[in-house]
């Protein structure tokens, strides 16, 4: 049977470049789960941007809880999911918040170029979005329980 992952490991891991896939309570519905990018430094929060007008981005507010969930796409396998409440929701900026996301998944050159293409104003119409991981549930194949 697969172990979990020791705190420093999860974390460390959870900071690692992935493709998130964040789950959020749809009222009539399943949850809603979809992949998007994000930020993380052990120790602090989630941090997701996307437009407030998305689908996703109405259903988040402050104080509702989401699932949050990354893992390695080659074997063995690893996950993390944590899962906690939104604690704030703020107008991102796109040198402070969008440029910084951008290069962490297509780097400096190509994320400068793909943000000055979509907001060529300087401006962005998404919101930054934080979630305080308050449980937290991971699986290491490589090691055994």
């Known amino acids: 049977m697969p172990a979990p992952m020791t705190k420093a490991e999860r974390e460390e891991f959870l900071a690692g470049v992935h493709v998130g896939i964040v789950s959020v309570a749809e009222p009539g519905r399943g949850p809603l789960t979809v992949p998007i990018w994000y930020l993380y430094e052990p120790g602090g929060e989630v941090v997701l941007i996307t437009p407030p007008d998305s689908r996703k981005g109405r259903l988040m507010e402050v104080g509702t809880r ?78 055994q329980a």
């Open 66 to 143: 989401i699932g949050f969930c990354v893992q390695t796409e080659e074997l063995p396998p690893k996950y993390v999911s944590v899962e906690g409440p939104i604690v704030s929701i703020e107008k991102a900026e796109v040198d402070g918040d969008v440029r910084p996301l951008t290069h962490r998944y297509l780097g400096k050159e190509v994320g400068d170029g793909y943000v000055d293409a979509t907001r060529p104003d300087g401006t962005t119409p998404e919101v930054v979005i934080r979630m305080r991981p308050e449980r937290w549930f991971s699986r290491d194949f490589t090691k």
